[in-house]
T-cell receptor, first 111, second 114 residues
Framework: DAGVTQTPRHEVAEKGQTIILKCEPV?????LFWYRQTKIQGLELLSY????????DGGAFKDRFKAEMLNSSFSTLKIQPTEPKDSAVYLC?????????FGKGTRLTVV | GDSVTQTEGQVALSEEDFLTIHCNYS??????LFWYVQYPGEGPQLLFR?????EKGSSRGFEATYDKGTTSFHLRKASVQESDSAVYYC?????????????FGKGTKLSVKS
């Protein structure tokens, strides 16, 4: 059984670029989350979807961050334009019955 | 809003030492509590959870007891091994509503030397 798949695993972007991170949740899961992970702040929720509907959009991240769920098996997180402070690990997770499974993350470096 | 506070920073132990990582929560409802573990290069993975007062969660020698009175869910292990070195996160989920999102503490890095 495949877990949560995130691509790419690493991304390097120049300041001002647009980047798109991808996520395939576990088949059959109806909740999908995007988190940002940094050493200082830990895990911060960016977006939360239930059955493809946006349930929560992290207030501090609305400006340049946009998550979409195009179908039940694919989600994207777009950052536009990128800034150096966006350098972090971006984790996608999916859930069924409150058991949350995480992908391995995408490490983004903005130079 | 909901929040989780856990032992900050790093905990350094030797093999066979006793481990305690403190976790306290603040929530308006009656949350489900979780411990997650994250190894380098991996996403967090569920260690165990507890949903009711006095319920004990346990896995791989780790355990924690839900204490509604003190709003705590402290992680303990009697004898740590080098392979336990990882980052540990305490988290909660509001089990009363339809919102399944997790609110995490900032993580505690455990380093165990042999």
């Amino acid at each position: 059984d495949a877990g949560v798949t995130q691509t790419p695993r690493h991304e390097v972007a120049e300041k001002g670029q647009t980047i798109i991170l991808k996520c395939e949740p576990v088949s059959g899961h109806n909740d999908l989350f995007w988190y940002r992970q940094t050493k200082i702040q830990g895990l911060e929720l960016l977006s939360y979807f239930r059955s493809k509907s946006l349930m929560e959009d992290g207030g501090a991240f609305k400006d340049r961050f946009k998550a979409e769920m195009l179908n039940s098996s694919f989600s994207t997180l777009k950052i536009q334009p990128t800034e150096p402070k966006d350098s972090a690990v971006y984790l996608c997770a999916s859930s069924l019955d409150r058991e949350v499974f995480f992908g391995k993350g995408t490490r983004l470096t903005v130079v | 809003g909901d929040s989780v506070t856990q032992t900050e920073g790093q905990v350094a132990l030797s093999e066979e030492d006793f481990l305690t990582i403190h976790c306290n929560y603040s929530a308006s409802g009656y949350p489900t509590l979780f411990w997650y573990v994250q190894y380098p290069g991996e996403g967090p993975q569920l260690l165990f959870r507890a949903s009711r007062d006095k319920e004990k969660g346990s896995s791989r020698g780790f355990e924690a007891t839900y204490d509604k009175g003190t709003t705590s869910f402290h992680l303990r292990k009697a004898s740590v091994q080098e392979s336990d070195s990882a980052v540990y996160y305490c988290a909660l989920s509001d089990s009363g509503g339809s919102n399944a999102k997790l609110t995490f503490g900032k993580g505690t890095k455990l380093s165990v030397k042999s």
